[in-house]
């Protein structure tokens, strides 16, 4: 690049300038860009023999977005609003040429310009509430005088991708032009309106779309009922949303006053540091440190899967929606029926949902065969066993697949906690085995954590990683030890919670406080909602626990109309006087004296035992970084993003003061409590959480 500097080229096509920018990877809006823009558009305004002007950029896209990089650091250069200043006040019209994406500050410039021009694949949005932020540089402003005020609400609190064609549709662009030929498209674009005589259109002075819902506040309130649950303990929609109030209502400048100073007070406040901080989490995660990109994959052309119960079929449809043939073997056929049709009535509801479209759900099934026979996954290159959690069966199905199994395949299993090491000790190929931990329902959750045994292959990991992007999953690198990484550290809040239940909490207090915090529901409401009797043996129950006598007297979840709570017909839930009852008998014969537990000591004890439990794991070397812990709680067990993950949260608290409240806990709730030895090493050496982040 040269002309006006490293990253922008001014070049003339005929009597219209065509300034490009070219900042690889995305064309973030660095300095440099900035500075590109800002020089670039002097010049050709500057220029008498100039008529119009076209931005374009080179590369895979627009300018994809703000620089993250930035973010909290010093800025230098240009800033964006003179670039947006020139842009806007150009007398010359100025044309943006979009492909790729213009994302955040992509699009706010993009918005200066007096007309847009796209390719059909390009998208347009600003996804900045997804980091706990709103669109900073007149985002807010001019997008609802450019495409109304409903869906400005709507694109910038999902912060939605919007495709071409629709962009063209609500006014976001202005006209398509022919894939491959966006530069030849727009100069000509350009060269129309000044042949025309087209207005400079300045989307800060455009009112008709906005006028209609001036003075009228109910638009918003409706908007944000709507959304209520949506948006539930997240501080950037709401911020939005007061944005494009102000839009409708304020004069263009008084508005932009608006946006910067609630954009002030949301990019220096804690949600946005946690969103922030998880955005890079997610994208860490993927990074192996000893098992580098270039590690050789292998191929994954049909995939066995072992047990057709609620894991086994929503793992199949994963793979068939991306186009991967599946077999699944089950011992009966009655279970093997069963577990088809569940896949097909949840492919039914997807084409009620307008997920997918009937024939595409007839392809997918057409890639999903069942059969009784082992012998039929010889030829598979990845197996995945979902059989039943025990030991036992586990080596038993894993001892006949090492017999019948092509060698060179991944053999996997999706055990919630089993120890990985010991199933693949039944085959003669531990080095072929792996832990796929997929999470329930199979075919919706996100998260799966890859567990990698002793003797586990660089390969099989790498594949594994690899495998999980194809079929959109976030994979988390867990090592080997009971429950992995996320169960482990439920386990810890389970065992609190109980205890604080025998000690006088009652359930909905527990499930209250945790729902407060951000959880989508708490643990009691979510026992009911999966049925209490799941792992519970009639046989053996002898009332010892409080689920034991809830399960023995037929009060077993949402499914029977009571658990810990009794529910409606349309499954609301209430306090059941009858589990208070259970509940009291059982303190009662314990010989404990019930107490009132305060909502601090609650979230605490629920809290803090997770995190040193993740403090263990990291000590232990079963996850790789703080981060990854967090991405596993927020994406497998609701984790509020806005509160970064467990980790990021007791950084957020200080290290120290987690440690002081453990020892706190240690001294009255017991051992349970006891601070991880790495917690206290940070803590000593006046660090945090985040600085492992970096050692990784
Ligand atoms: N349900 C969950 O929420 C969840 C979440 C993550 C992981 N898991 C794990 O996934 C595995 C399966 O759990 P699930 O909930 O799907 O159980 P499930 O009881 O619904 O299904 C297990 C299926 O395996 C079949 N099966 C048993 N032995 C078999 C064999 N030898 N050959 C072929 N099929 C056999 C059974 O007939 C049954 O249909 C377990 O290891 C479990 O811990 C479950």
Known sequence: MAEINSVADLSRDGDIAVLTIDSPPVNALSAPVRDGLHHGFEKAVADPEVKAIVLICAGRTFIAGADITEFGGARKGASLFAVQEKMEGSPKPIVAAIHGTALGGGLEVALCAHYRVAV???????????????PGAGGTQRLPRVVGVEKALEMVTTGQHVAASQCLEIGLV???????????????????????????????DLTDKIAAAKGHPEIF????????RKFRGFKAPEYNIRCIEAAVNLPFDEGLKTERTLFAELISGPQSAAQRYYFFAERTASKIPDVPADTPTIAVKQVGIVGAGTMGGGIAMNFANAGIPVKIVEVKQEALDRGLKVVRGNYERSVKSGRFTMDQVDKHMGLISGSLDLASLADCDLVIEAVFERMDIKKDVFAKLDAIVKQGAILATNTSGLNVDEIAGATKRPEAVIGLHFFSPANVMKLLEIVRGAKTRKPVIATSMKLAKT???????????????????????????QKMVMEGALPWDIDRVLYDFGFPMGPFAMGD?????????????KGETIRDVLCEMGRRGQKTGAGYYDYDENRNAKPSPVTEKVIHDFIVKSGANPRGISDEEILERSIYPMINEGAKILEERIAIRPSDIDVVWVNGYGWPVYRGGPMFYADQLGPERVLAKLRHYQATAGDAFKPAALLEKLVAEGRKFADLNKES
Not at 221 to 228: D, E, G, H, L, P
Not at 471 to 497: D, E, H, Y
Not at 529 to 541: C, F, H, N, Q, T
Request: charged share 25%; glycine share 12%; with cysteine.
């Open 174 to 204: 202005d006209a398509l032009a022919e894939e491959g030929k966006l530069r030849e498209g727009a100069v000509a674009f350009a060269r129309k309106a000044v042949a025309e005589g087209w207005p400079l259109k300045k989307a800060r």
């Open 120 to 134: 059909p694949s390009a998208r347009c949005g600003l996804p900045e509430v997804n980091l706990g932020i709103l």
């Open 471 to 497: 079929i959109g999953k976030i994979a988390v690198l867990s090592g080997v030890c009971p429950g992995f990484i996320g169960n482990r550290m439920l386990r810890q809040r389970g065992a609190q919670t």
């Open 529 to 541: 909602l999966a049925g209490l009797d799941i792992g519970w043996v009639p046989e053996r129950s």
């Open 221 to 228: 309130t409706a908007f944000r009922t709507t959304n209520a």
